[in-house]
């Protein structure tokens, strides 16, 4: 009877779908199959199937049993269709788990002093390893656009990393709270670099800008004179730097080069 009523869902699923079924029956079969949860495997399939449907149980009374028996006999189905004990809509209901974009970390830092000016920053993957890069700033530069070029090669690193999500913190307070829209840009040669850093930003998915004390940015603060690397946790796998010489703005490398003038 319980693989009676499955098939009968299943022929009629145009009717069944989408209206309450009332079954009427005394037999404990299939009150158990639609009540209870079974470890037998067609009965728990078939109770798996029948729960798409709206199916009320109603306890048979006035109907006798072998009126439907006859009825039934009367009206056979020449079919010899078998029960599809496939899920109906398998594929619509499978989800697939969303697979997590690892987060990294980037701290940036500025200066400039009588000896020159330098911008460093720091990647840290997920699993803890540091990848430090630094640039000798080789030209006349004041320590807030110092700041916002150290910002750049950070994200020019990241990128190059194919980072998807990031967290960036550094020290100073205008690049941080001018990039996050608190702070008018009112000195017209942040300009540039700001909106070049808003371009760079859009290469990730995600992309948080946070401000951390002086203290808590040791490591970058360490490579603007490519000293000691300050307080660096036991464990941690440093990648050699890499350090170049920038001739110019970083802004600059937004500007793309014309047929007429390289």
């Given at each position: ?19 309450t ?25 078939w ?66 002093n ?11 993957s ?26 750049i ?13 990031l ?33 760079l ?9 946070t ?51 390289p």
């Amino acid at each position: 009877m319980c693989c009676a009523l499955v098939w009968v869902m299943q022929r009629l699923r145009q009717y069944t779908l989408y209206h309450t079924i009332r079954l009427l029956s005394k037999a404990d079969p299939l009150r158990y199959l639609l009540d209870s949860p079974s470890s037998v495997r067609n009965i728990a399939k078939w109770r798996c199937q029948l729960t798409e449907y709206d199916i009320e149980y109603v306890p048979r009374t006035s109907i006798k049993g072998q009126a439907i028996a006859d009825h039934l006999a009367e009206f056979p189905i020449d079919d010899d269709t078998p029960i599809n004990t496939d899920f109906p809509d398998e594929g619509i209901l499978q989800i697939d788990e969303a697979k997590e974009e690892p987060t990294w970390k980037m701290y940036f830092d500025g200066a400039v002093n009588s000896v020159g000016s330098g911008v460093r920053a720091v990647l840290i993957s997920p699993d803890g390893r540091h990848y430090p890069v630094a640039t000798k700033v080789d030209f006349s530069c004041t320590n807030n656009v110092a700041e916002y070029e150290a910002c750049i090669l950070g994200l020019q690193a990241a990128i190059d990393f194919k980072v998807k999500e990031l967290e960036v913190f550094g020290d100073s307070m205008l690049t941080i709270f001018q990039t996050l829209g608190q702070w008018k840009k009112k000195n017209a040669k942040l300009v540039p670099y700001h909106e070049y850093l808003e371009e760079l930003a859009k290469n990730f998915e995600k992309i948080s800008f946070t401000y951390t004390p002086r203290a808590k940015n040791q490591f970058a603060d360490a490579l603007a004179t490519l000293s000691s690397m300050a307080s660096i946790s036991e464990g941690n796998i440093i990648e050699p730097l890499e350090i170049e010489v920038a001739k110019g703005p970083a802004h600059c490398n937004a500007i793309e080069a014309s047929e007429a003038k390289p």
